[in-house]
């Protein structure tokens, strides 16, 4: 059976990634290990960096995923940034640089890298469109989950999240996962 590492330190990251995947002749086991993030643009090269680093550093198969939020309004702020800045100013910070903003659109990008020793990370995205809520609501989540409305509902991640009705786009899942099947074949 083949091993693949999830590297990550985040419990709740890896238990996602593995209720969206099952490969028969692969197992996946997370690596809580730290990784350097680089200044990118873009998810997608933050978490192709990250796998490229780790296969080499620990010589296996890893996976890295890296998830982003951009705000249209905000020129794409905080996009890649974002954990670094939604420590600084939070929920409300949000609200207030979006304070009488109309266009309130923004997108979450979810990328996720697969790479082997010695080789090019392979790596798969997808985007979750929305917009920017007016206040804060709901319990669960990150900051950003309490603000951010997916594109065709009217309530937050956050309460979605409280009623256990929020189902994530985990396209970059399922391109992985069609991925690993072919190099298994």
């Known amino acids: 059976?083949?091993?693949?590492?999830?590297?990550?330190?985040?419990?709740?990251?890896?238990?996602?990634?593995?209720?969206a995947?099952?490969?028969?002749?692969?197992?996946?086991?997370?690596?809580?290990?730290?990784?350097?993030e680089i200044q990118?643009?873009?998810?997608?090269?933050?978490?192709?960096?990250?796998?490229?680093f780790t296969a080499q550093k620990i010589n296996l198969p890893v996976i890295t995923e890296d998830v982003g939020l951009y705000i249209q309004t905000l020129r794409g702020f905080p996009?890649?940034?974002?954990?670094?800045?939604e420590k600084w100013i939070e929920t409300d910070g949000f609200l207030q640089l979006l304070l009488n903003k109309k266009d309130r659109s923004a997108y979450w990008e979810y990328a996720i890298s697969y790479c082997e020793p010695r080789q090019t990370p392979k790596t798969f995205y997808t985007h979750q469109k929305g917009s920017i809520a007016k206040e804060a609501k709901g319990n669960s989540g990150w900051y950003m989950d309490k603000i951010f409305i997916p594109e065709g509902q009217v309530k937050t991640i956050s309460e979605l999240l409280d009623n256990r009705e929020y189902?994530?786009?985990?396209?970059?899942?399922?391109?992985?996962?069609?991925?690993?099947?072919?190099?298994?074949?």
Request: proline share 5%.
């Open 1 to 19: 059976m083949k091993k693949i590492y999830f590297v990550t330190t985040n419990q709740y990251k890896f238990e996602k990634f593995t209720q």
């Open 21 to 36: 995947i099952s490969i028969p002749g692969i197992e996946i086991e997370q690596l809580s290990e730290e990784t350097p």
């Open 40 to 52: 990118a643009p873009n998810n997608r090269q933050i978490a192709e960096f990250s796998a490229w």
């Open 79 to 85: 996009g890649p940034y974002l954990n670094q800045i």
């Open 167 to 185: 189902v994530r786009n985990d396209d970059h899942y399922l391109q992985l996962k069609e991925y690993l099947l072919k190099l298994g074949k």
